[in-house]
């Protein structure tokens, strides 16, 4: 019997990548929910609480004037506007412009170096990819590909956000400082079918030997039960998503 992810799933195109940056780059992402932007889906949702719930509070103290609770089962008001950006770029066939920083400029530019000071240190070799298609809704582009099983997210801050990159110590921190990250790389891990996923950062600013730290390499393994949790939650949210997706663009066609 197939499920909510088979029937949104072409087998012909799940597995081929497009180089990043031609026109069926720019194509293929028209309304998909991409894992760079994939944590406005996994904000938490919350639910007023029953009449059982509020009996069951705390008569004093910490929760005892809770009146709502976090419900997994539903989407933040982010996501709904997130999903309202996929339904319009799904009508007009064009996907919504980015806007222009110097940080982007700046990371896309020295992404390379970081990308080779990574190899150096961990002996690993990377290759460039394009954009992944995961079911016919969902997709997102790794900063590299390692061998068939792992990939890469790195970062090149301008300045002294790197202070706060070199605080992470595994992706637990990751989750908790940075959840944006975080989810683009689990879901890359998802998406892509891989075992493993390292987040990694550099800095141009800082003296060379000192511009990345091997001890600060995170890595993310898809057989950590809480990352498979995680994967499920991403399964959840998508199927809300795509299904507030198609029937917006029913009503409003």
């Avoid at 975080?182 to 060379?208: D, G, H, I, M």
Wanted: aromatic residues 12%.
């Amino acid at each position: 019997m197939k499920d909510f992810f088979d029937e949104i799933t072409d087998q012909t195109e799940s597995l081929n990548y497009l180089d990043q940056g031609s026109e069926a780059w720019e194509a293929i992402r028209v309304g998909r929910f991409t894992s760079s932007e994939f944590h406005k889906l996994m904000g938490t949702a919350y639910r007023e609480m029953t009449d059982t719930e509020l009996k069951a509070r705390p008569k004093t103290g910490k929760g005892s004037k809770t009146t709502k609770i976090a419900d997994h089962s539903q989407i933040s008001d982010a996501a709904e506007t997130y999903i309202k950006q996929k339904v319009f770029e799904t009508r007009t066939g064009k996907a919504k412009p980015q806007q222009y920083a110097y940080a982007l400029g700046y990371g896309k530019e020295h992404e390379p170096d970081a990308v080779e000071e990574f190899e150096r240190l961990t002996g690993l070799e990377c290759t460039p990819s394009g954009f992944h298609v995961y079911t016919n809704h969902a997709g997102g582009s790794p900063d590299r590909l390692i061998g068939e099983d792992s990939g890469l997210e790195v970062k090149c801050p301008v300045f002294e956000k790197q202070i706060d990159y070199e605080m992470l110590t595994d992706h637990y921190d990751l989750k908790r400082m940075f959840p944006e990250y975080y989810w683009q790389c689990v879901t890359l891990l998802l998406f892509l079918n891989r075992k493993t996923w390292y987040f990694a950062s550099w800095s141009a600013s800082l003296p060379e030997g000192k511009r990345m730290k091997k001890s600060n390499i995170i890595t993310l393994g898809a057989d950590n039960q809480d990352i498979k949790d995680d994967f499920d939650q991403i399964r959840t949210k998508l199927e809300i998503a795509v299904k507030k997706k198609l029937e917006l663009i029913k009503l409003l066609d």
